[in-house]
């Protein structure tokens, strides 16, 4: 290993049975995240803030096996929450289909695993800057702050990956930065307030996941649909299903009663067979594609920047 690389930590194998992609692929906002990547080999990059630094991590499938490299301070780190990032902490077996869209689903995707990254503000604050917002433009937004305020990834990172700044560089961005990054005075502020009181959120990453949620709701700014978001990965939460949402109530309303003016209320009843996996539920829904025809144009971005 060349010595302009940060030290790496050994290589580590963890038996799995997970799809990595499928697993892991909530962390990634967006086809261009500089915090994500994946390899024509078939790895998974990942560039986090861990609680002891920076960290890149390396995961590839070989054979019944996943392989790991790490490289940064937080290379440790990193190595050490492998199973649970992995979804060593969930059971898939607790989910009972009792839908044919959700058995076929369930069969289909036999090796998703709920993530749990243990935490909570690289996933926080990109779940901020999607709320009320096209994906794009969130997309747009998360790369260009991480790209602009974070620093490259550690080790062999392919090109153009970075770990997202720290919390005191978060609440440190001026306001004119932000307008250039497109993100609105309330969302900015939201992250600006949440990382101010980073090390009370992060503690979240330890809690059950109702109370992981008030901590975060403590926030002004961050609601049930943030807070579920959030939860959902740092967490690996599978009955966190997120409300307040434009689009989901219409889309498991259709696939499991035909029904597309489906509002939380009626999503979260038709999810009740399912306590306890309702998240599960939803995600196997979304990963089933049975979405309702498009009746109207899709929602127009917004861009504040010519402002």
């Known amino acids: 290993m060349s010595g302009r690389f940060a030290p790496r930590a050994p290589l580590t194998t963890v038996p799995t049975r997970p799809d990595l992609l499928l697993t892991l692929s909530p962390l990634r906002r967006g086809p261009h995240d500089p915090t ?19 960290g890149t991590l390396r995961v ?6 996943v392989e790991a490299e790490a490289w940064g301070p937080g290379a440790d780190w990193l190595l050490a929450r492998l199973p649970a990032l992995l ?6 077996t607790a989910f009972v289909p009792r839908h044919k869209l959700l058995l076929a689903a369930h069969r289909r995707r036999g090796g998703l695993r709920l993530t749990r990254t243990g935490l909570v503000l690289e996933s926080l604050i990109p779940s901020i ?10 997309y747009g937004s998360w790369r260009r702050l991480v790209r602009r305020f974070g620093e490259p990834a550690p080790g062999p990172a392919p090109d153009g990956m970075h770990v997202m700044p720290d919390a005191r560089t978060w609440a440190m ?23 101010r009181v980073a090390p ?42 997120t409300t307040g949402d434009l689009h989901l109530p219409g889309i498991i309303g259709w696939a499991l009663a035909g029904d597309r003016s489906a509002d939380d209320a009626a999503m979260l009843e038709l999810l009740a067979p399912y306590a306890g996996q309702r998240h599960r539920a939803a995600r196997l829904i979304l ?3 049975q979405v309702p025809p498009r009746r109207a144009p899709r929602l127009a971005p917004n861009d504040i920047r010519a402002l």
């Open 200 to 241: 009370r959120l992060e503690e979240a990453a330890r809690m059950a996941p109702r109370e992981a949620r008030r901590r975060l709701e403590l926030v002004p700014g961050i609601g049930p649909w943030t807070s579920a978001e959030t939860i959902q990965r740092s967490n690996g939460a599978p009955d966190e299903v």
């Open 36 to 54: 994500f990547r994946t390899t024509p080999d078939g790895s998974v990059w990942r560039a986090s803030r861990t609680p002891e630094g920076p």
């Open 287 to 289: 990963l089933s594609g």
């Open 173 to 195: 961005i001026p306001s004119w930065e932000w307008h250039r990054a497109n993100v609105d005075g309330k969302r900015s502020a939201t992250i600006v307030r949440a990382a």
């Open 87 to 92: 979804g060593a902490d969930d059971d898939p």
């Open 60 to 65: 590839a499938a070989r054979g019944g096996e």
């Open 129 to 138: 800057l999607e709320q009320k917002v096209t994906a794009d433009e969130a």
